[in-house]
């Protein structure tokens, strides 16, 4: 069973900055993408942040400049730092991995989600 977990979420100040965090455990061969999506009320889940397992990059053109994706391929862990946050920066960010397993199936797994509200 392979399971994200998230943390780091929280209620900051516009301006302001949060680090996310997401580790991804169990029976794991290979992760190819881990990355960031949100989802604010009454909005469809959109992506903020992917990085391949080669370091490539992906960026919502919303937060390029202020969010930085970066990964640790030992510990099967994905960070997003969060800067200059504004109030419509404000949802449930959700940690993404598509993976394979030690079984050898692959896959498209989900964290359970993080608040972010970016509010004075």
């Known amino acids: 069973q392979v399971q994200l977990v998230e943390s780091g979420g929280g209620l900051v100040q516009p301006g302001g900055s949060l680090r996310l965090s997401c580790a991804a455990s169990g029976r794991i061969f290979s992760i190819w993408i881990m990355g960031w999506y949100r989802q604010a009320p009454g909005k469809q889940r959109e992506l903020v942040a992917t990085?391949?397992?080669?370091?490539?990059?992906n960026y919502a053109d919303s937060v390029k400049g202020r969010f930085t994706i970066s990964r640790d391929n030992a510990k099967n862990t994905v960070y997003l730092q969060m800067n200059s946050l504004k109030p419509e920066d404000t949802a449930v960010y959700y940690c993404?991995?598509?993976?394979?397993?030690?079984?050898?199936?692959?896959?498209?797994?989900w964290g359970q989600g993080t608040q972010v509200t970016v509010s004075s």
């Open positions: 993404n991995a598509k993976l394979t397993t030690a079984s050898m199936t692959s896959g498209n797994y």
């Open positions: 990085m391949t397992s080669s370091s490539s990059t």
